[in-house]
């Protein structure tokens, strides 16, 4: 049989136990394996979770394969606080997890964020939630591990990259704090001047957009840069503001959130930047406001990751 990964309702079965249902699947060499125990997986996702939380409620769970949920039922026993971020490479088995039980009440406040291959959408909003919890303990289902090595080594290196992100936000944010609170404080006029970044909601439905940022292919579409103007909203990165007005294309918006001294140089003693609106983190180097005068929508990025 060719080699295959369970993407349909014919890989997956459903059987009874005397506690709950328990779910094989079958892998890519035809086999069929149970994802839990045949007798009680109540029960096994008990143990596992008592061995986890044996020092306490961890605030986050990072979870590789879900199975049925059991292990989701066992936390909630446990801990009414603790998030999980699970991943579950095999589509087919998500969408039993999520037709045993309703998880409304997890989904809705944020407790559980699932991510579901092959695809992982929203991996991305996913890593941004990961906050402050740096070192969360990570649970790989070890039948998923020996029978999908493949896809669990992807959903590791999609956890790596999200932790590997999440560390060096908190590194930087840790770094800029004082320059951060420093220029808020001298930017508390421009930010109470400005208007919030908030009404920029809906107001360009379905007007296509551009995102313009440094480097070498900027150069290579100036020229359709120049021609779709007045027709798309283009958006600059703070560092290509400079080449775009420099080449006549003022922007409708340059977006910036870097606080240091050396950034807030690509927004000053600029070409006339025209009708550019600037949209900035409120702790921009203050001399970057200058040139936007009454063109300023403001934000804060610790208020978007809440």
């Given at each position: 049989?060719?080699?295959r990964?369970?993407?349909?309702?014919?890989?997956?079965?459903?059987?009874?136990?005397?506690?709950g249902?328990t779910?094989?699947?079958?892998?890519p060499?035809?086999?069929?394996i149970r994802?839990?125990?045949g007798?009680d997986?109540?029960?096994?996702?008990?143990?596992?979770?008592?061995?986890?939380?044996?020092g306490?409620?961890?605030?986050?769970?990072?979870?590789?394969?879900?199975?049925?949920?059991?292990?989701?039922?066992?936390?909630?026993?446990r801990?009414?606080?603790?998030?999980?971020?699970?991943?579950?490479?095999?589509?087919?088995?998500a969408?039993?997890?999520?037709?045993?039980?309703?998880?409304?009440?997890?989904?809705?406040?944020?407790?559980?964020t699932l991510?579901?291959?092959?695809?992982?959408?929203?991996?991305?909003?996913?890593?941004r939630?990961?906050?402050?919890?740096l070192?969360?303990?990570?649970?790989?289902?070890?039948v998923?591990?020996?029978?999908?090595?493949?896809?669990?080594?992807?959903?590791?290196?999609?956890v790596?990259h999200?932790?590997?992100?999440?560390r060096a936000?908190?590194?930087?944010?840790?770094?800029f704090?004082p320059?951060?609170?420093?220029?808020t404080?001298?930017?508390?006029?421009?930010i109470?001047?400005?208007?919030?970044?908030?009404a920029?909601?809906d107001?360009?439905?379905?007007?296509?957009?551009?995102?313009?940022?440094?480097?070498?292919?900027?150069?290579?579409?100036?020229?359709?840069?120049?021609?779709?103007?007045?027709?798309?909203l283009?958006?600059?990165?703070?560092?290509?503001?400079r080449?775009?007005?420099?080449a006549?294309?003022?922007?409708?918006?340059?977006?910036?959130?870097?606080?240091?001294?050396?950034n807030?140089?690509?927004?000053?003693?600029l070409?006339?930047?025209?009708?550019?609106?600037?949209v900035?983190e409120?702790?921009?180097?203050?001399?970057?406001?200058e040139q936007?005068?009454?063109?300023t929508?403001t934000f804060?990025?610790?208020?978007?990751?809440l």
């Amino acid at each position: 049989m060719p080699d295959r990964t369970p993407a349909e309702a014919d890989d997956l079965r459903i059987d009874p136990t005397p506690t709950g249902p328990t779910a094989s699947v079958r892998t890519p060499d035809g086999r069929w394996i149970r994802l839990h125990s045949g007798r009680d997986p109540v029960a096994e996702a008990e143990r596992r979770v008592a061995t986890l939380m044996a020092g306490g409620e961890p605030p986050l769970i990072i979870c590789i394969g879900l199975g049925l949920g059991y292990i989701l039922d066992a936390i909630e026993r446990r801990s009414s606080t603790t998030r999980v971020l699970a991943i579950e490479p095999l589509a087919p088995v998500a969408q039993a997890m999520l037709a045993r039980r309703s998880w409304q009440d997890w989904l809705a406040s944020g407790r559980l964020t699932l991510l579901v291959g092959p695809g992982y959408a929203g991996a991305g909003e996913a890593a941004r939630s990961l906050g402050a919890d740096l070192a969360p303990p990570i649970v790989v289902d070890p039948v998923l591990e020996r029978e999908f090595g493949a896809q669990v080594a992807e959903a590791r290196d999609l956890v790596n990259h999200a932790l590997f992100g999440a560390r060096a936000n908190a590194e930087a944010r840790k770094a800029f704090a004082p320059r951060y609170l420093l220029n808020t404080i001298r930017n508390i006029p421009v930010i109470a001047g400005s208007a919030d970044v908030s009404a920029l909601d809906d107001a360009f439905t379905n007007v296509p957009a551009v995102v313009v940022a440094a480097g070498p292919s900027l150069d290579r579409n100036i020229a359709e840069l120049r021609r779709i103007r007045g027709r798309a909203l283009i958006i600059a990165v703070d560092t290509a503001l400079r080449p775009l007005l420099e080449a006549g294309i003022a922007p409708e918006l340059v977006v910036a959130i870097d606080p240091s001294e050396v950034n807030g140089r690509h927004l000053r003693n600029l070409p006339d930047p025209g009708q550019t609106w600037l949209v900035g983190e409120g702790s921009l180097e203050p001399a970057a406001f200058e040139q936007f005068s009454g063109r300023t929508f403001t934000f804060s990025v610790l208020a978007l990751h809440l």
